[in-house]
Structures are given as C-alpha cells and as structure tokens.
C-alpha cells in the first residue's frame, strides 16, 4: 500500500531543514552509483552516482543535524523505530538527460516501511512497482514537502530531474510498533 501526504512537516520547521539542506555549508557525499551491484559500481548506464548525507544508521546517531532537523520531521509517527535515515542529492545540470537509479527495494523486511520526504518541487519523480493491473507502476512526481511512504519490500527507483540543478529528497527507513 503506498501511502501519500502533504504538508508533512511544520511550515517553519520544514523551511528550516530546506535552507539545511540547499546550504552551500552542508556536508554532502559522493556514492559512484545510486544503487550499486555486487562489484560496487553502477547497475546502468543512466546511473550516474549522487550525493548523499547520512543522519542515522541502525541505532547510531551520525550526523550533528539528527536530533534538530529529522526527529521533528517523524515526530507524529507514534511508536516509531529508525533503521536509517539520509538526505539524497541528485544533481543534473538543467537540460541533461533524465538520470535513471536501477530497480531496488531499501530493506529486506516485510515489516519495515520507506518513506520519501521530497524537499523541493521538480520534475523529478519516484517511480513504486505495486504490481497491480492495470497500473503496476505508481509514479510520484517530487512536490515539496510531501511524504510518499511504503512497505520497503517494494522495488522502486528515482527518475531525476531536468528544470532544476538539484533533486533532493530524505530517505527513511523505519518500523512502527503496536504499543
């Protein structure tokens, strides 16, 4: 089930984490491939790596921005467990070809959900295989501020953008309990 919600976080909070994340002082790093086979490189030839800041991993705080900038933004999920946590940069210069990720699922758990928090509206998109007829592709365009969310064991992929030099998106993985 894909789940889709806008507005989702605080207006003023969700300025914040923007100015962050599009600040020329901010951190990011280099992946050669978006999604990478067993020899580390890129799985296509559309595939031409992005830049990438991880807030959180599997129960380790790895960033200074995590409690300030992420918590606020999942505080109203109840019973919330992070698995990981990390900010995407697709960058293309405007008029390039569309960059294309390969087909991939985050986590191997059928219990775990994704989410995808797009800081900024481009023609960007996210494509979720749903493998249901008539339309076993649910594709997302990328609107700021929106949290497209769905079970991780879902093959999915990013189309990046061509009106804009940066796409960039918050990547989370997560498990809520039933407490």
Request: glycine share 4%.
């Amino acid at each position: 089930m894909i789940s889709l919600k806008e507005n989702w976080v605080e207006e003023k909070h969700f300025k914040r984490l923007q100015e962050l994340l599009f600040s020329s002082n901010f951190n990011w790093y280099y992946a050669d491939a978006m999604v990478t086979n067993p020899n580390k490189s890129a799985t296509t030839k559309e595939d031409s790596g992005f830049w990438y800041h991880n807030f959180y991993f599997r129960g380790d705080v790895l960033s200074p921005f995590y409690k300030d900038y992420i918590l606020p933004s999942v505080k109203h999920i109840p019973n919330i467990e992070l698995y990981n946590v990390r900010a995407n940069c697709m960058y293309n210069p405007i008029g390039s070809k569309k960059v294309i990720s390969d087909w991939h699922v985050d986590l191997l758990d059928e219990n775990s959900t994704t989410g995808i928090l797009y800081m900024n509206t481009c023609n960007g998109l996210t494509e979720v295989d749903v493998d249901t007829r008539p339309n076993p592709i649910h594709s997302q365009e990328s609107k700021e501020n929106t949290f497209l969310s769905f079970n991780s064991m879902l093959k999915h992929r990013a189309i990046g953008q061509t009106d804009c030099l940066r796409r960039i998106v918050i990547n989370y993985n997560f498990y809520v309990s039933d407490i």
